[in-house]
C-alpha cells in the first residue's frame, strides 16, 4: 500500500471519530447544564479545555458563552476540531482514496457533509442543535459501521483501526479529565448529592451509562467509573479497548517494531495503576502521561508508515 493511501485513510478515520465525538460533548453539556442548579453548573468553557483550542478560541471570541462555544465546536471552519472542519478534512482524505473505500462510504460521508453544511445555521440555535448533533452523530455511526461490514479487511483496514481507536483513546482521557476536575468543587461537601449528575455526565459523553450499570452492578461513583473508562476491556470507548485495538492492528504491519514498543508501555503503564486510587491531581498527571504516549504514538505511526512531511499535506490536529 502507498504511504499516501495509508496516510489519508488513517486521517479519514481519525476525522470521523472526532467529529462524532465533539458532538457527544456538546449534547451531554446541554442536557448537563439542565439537571445542575444554577451556580455550580460548569458553563460552556470545559468544552473549548476539553479540545485543547483555548488559545484559538481566545483570539476570535471575546467570552465562553453558550453561543460562542457552539459555534466555535460545531460550525468555526477555523477550529480545526469544529464538527464541519473535521467532516471537510475526513470528505477530502476520502475523496483521494476512492478506490480503497466502499463507493456507499463515499456517498454517506458526502451526505454528512452537505447536512452539516447547508444546515448550520439551525445546527448552532438552542431549537435546532439536538436534531442536528443526534444526525451528526448517528451519520457517523453508520459510516463506522458501513466501513466496517463492506470494506476490504486488509491493511488499509488496519489504518482505518488505528485512526479510529488513536482518536478515541485521545477523546476519553481528555473527556475524564476535564470533566474530573471541573464539574463540582472538592470543598462543598453540601454539594455531594450533585456528584451522581457529575459523573453520569462523563458516562454519556461515551454513551457508556448503560454498559457501566451492566458492567459494574454499582451505582455511579467516582472510583468505579474511572475504573470502567480506563481498564475495562469489554467497553469500546475503554482506554483499554482502544489500547489493544491499536495493538492488534498494529501488530499486522510491517516494520511495525518501534509502534508497537510505544503502544506496549502504553498498555503497561494502564495496567500497573488503579485509577479510582488517585486524587486529583494524581489523575491529571496519570492522564497527562497517557497523553505524551499516545502523541508519541501517533508520531511513530507517522514516521514509519506516512510519507515524509515534505512530500505530504500537513494534516491539523487539535490534539498535538
Not at 444554577?38 to 473549548?48: D, E, F, H, Q, S
Not at 484559538?56 to 466555535?72: A, M, P, S, T
Not at 453544511?117 to 436534531?131: F, I, M, P
Not at 461513583?221 to 485495538?245: I, K, M, T, W, Y
Request: aromatic letters at 8%; a neutral charge.
Amino acid at each position: 500500500m502507498l504511504s499516501r493511501v495509508a496516510e489519508n485513510i488513517y486521517w479519514m478515520a481519525r476525522y470521523i471519530e472526532r467529529a462524532e465525538n465533539t458532538a457527544r460533548i456538546v449534547t451531554v453539556n446541554a442536557n448537563l447544564l439542565l439537571d445542575l442548579p444554577k451556580g455550580i453548573a460548569p458553563g460552556w468553557r470545559p468544552l473549548v479545555d476539553i479540545t485543547g483550542a483555548n488559545t484559538l478560541f481566545e483570539e476570535h471570541y471575546k467570552d465562553y458563552g453558550e453561543r460562542q462555544v457552539v459555534r466555535f465546536l460545531i460550525g468555526d471552519e477555523r477550529n480545526h476540531g469544529s464538527i464541519l472542519s473535521a467532516l471537510v478534512a475526513a470528505r477530502e482524505n476520502c475523496r483521494t482514496i476512492r478506490d480503497f473505500v466502499p463507493r456507499e462510504a463515499w456517498e454517506l460521508l458526502n451526505e454528512i457533509y452537505l447536512f452539516a453544511r447547508e444546515d448550520l445555521a439551525k445546527g448552532v440555535t438552542k431549537g435546532g442543535r439536538h436534531a442536528y448533533l443526534k444526525r451528526v452523530i448517528q451519520g457517523a455511526q453508520n459510516l463506522t459501521g458501513m466501513l466496517s461490514g463492506t470494506m476490504l479487511h486488509d491493511q488499509g483496514y488496519d489504518f482505518v483501526h488505528l485512526g479510529r481507536f488513536l482518536e478515541r483513546a485521545d477523546m476519553t482521557t481528555r473527556i475524564i479529565d476535564v470533566r474530573s476536575a471541573n464539574l463540582l468543587p472538592e470543598d462543598t461537601p453540601d454539594l455531594r448529592p450533585f456528584e451522581t449528575i457529575q459523573w453520569v455526565s462523563v458516562l454519556k459523553s461515551m454513551t457508556a451509562y448503560q454498559a457501566y450499570r451492566r458492567s459494574e452492578q454499582v451505582r455511579v461513583l467516582r472510583g468505579p467509573v474511572l475504573r470502567f473508562l480506563f481498564q475495562n476491556d469489554a467497553f469500546p470507548r475503554s482506554v483499554h479497548h482502544c489500547f489493544e485495538s491499536l495493538r492488534t492492528s498494529l501488530s499486522k504491519l510491517p516494520r511495525n517494531e518501534s509502534a508497537l514498543r510505544v503502544a506496549g508501555r502504553l498498555k503497561r503503564n494502564l495496567e500497573g495503576t488503579e485509577p479510582r486510587r488517585l486524587n486529583q491531581q494524581q489523575l491529571h498527571a496519570f492522564i497527562d502521561d497517557l497523553q505524551v504516549g499516545i502523541g508519541e504514538l501517533h508520531v511513530e505511526i507517522a514516521r514509519t508508515w506516512f510519507p515524509p512531511p515534505l512530500e505530504s499535506q500537513t494534516q491539523s490536529q487539535t490534539s498535538d
